[in-house]
């Protein structure tokens, strides 16, 4: 995220507003540009924002998913042992071996679900997660975009400053559309 304070922005609005009072037209023009590129970097910024924090919600379903996974593990292990356990009492004979046989059969089928719901949930836990990245990269591309369009800005105010010199407003313009096909580039 940007960590521009806020009054920066109003600096460079009140070197734009003292261009546009001296009435010269080149200087209008640069202080439309900043106002444009402000607008842009502001936007810029909110989606960079808006990814930071669905990387987040993404990586805490993960680990929520992640944890639903190792339970079922556990039961599924659990029921693994039920069904061994009912094994060998069923191999010991006995009055009860037909019962013993049953539930062994009945926990095994009982496993067999359990571990269907597990892989299941392991591979929606490997989606939240390629889903995380695909968004912390676009934060970052963003991160750069934003970052152009501010020393953008800053470089374009230098026009002003200079009363009137082109080569900032050039320069700030060829680094916001830097900044903007960066933008462009993390969505694609």
Request: aromatic letters at 6%; glycine letters at 6%; proline letters at 2%.
């Amino acid at each position: 995220m940007s960590d521009s304070s806020p009054s920066e922005h109003f600096e460079h609005a009140e070197h734009a507003e003292e261009a546009a009072r001296e009435g010269a037209p080149f200087l209008l023009v640069v202080s439309v540009t900043i106002a444009i590129l402000a607008v842009a970097a502001a936007t810029v910024g909110s989606l960079e924002a808006i990814e930071t924090a669905a990387t987040l919600g993404e990586q805490n379903a993960a680990s929520l998913l992640q944890n639903k996974t190792s339970d079922k593990w556990a039961f599924f292990q659990a029921k693994s042992i039920k069904k061994n356990a009912y094994d060998i009492a069923a191999k010991q004979g006995g009055a009860a071996a037909a019962d013993f046989a049953r539930e062994a059969r009945r926990n095994e089928e009982e496993s067999r679900t359990i571990r269907a719901e597990a892989e299941e949930l392991e591979k929606q836990v490997a989606e939240k997660l390629h889903e995380a990245e695909r968004r912390e990269r676009r934060h970052h591309i963003l991160t750069t975009g934003v970052t152009l369009l501010h020393v953008a800005i800053a470089i374009t105010t230098i026009a002003i400053i200079m009363k009137g010199r082109r080569w900032p407003w050039i320069t700030g313009l060829a680094l916001a559309a830097g900044g903007l096909v960066m933008t462009g580039y993390a969505y694609l």
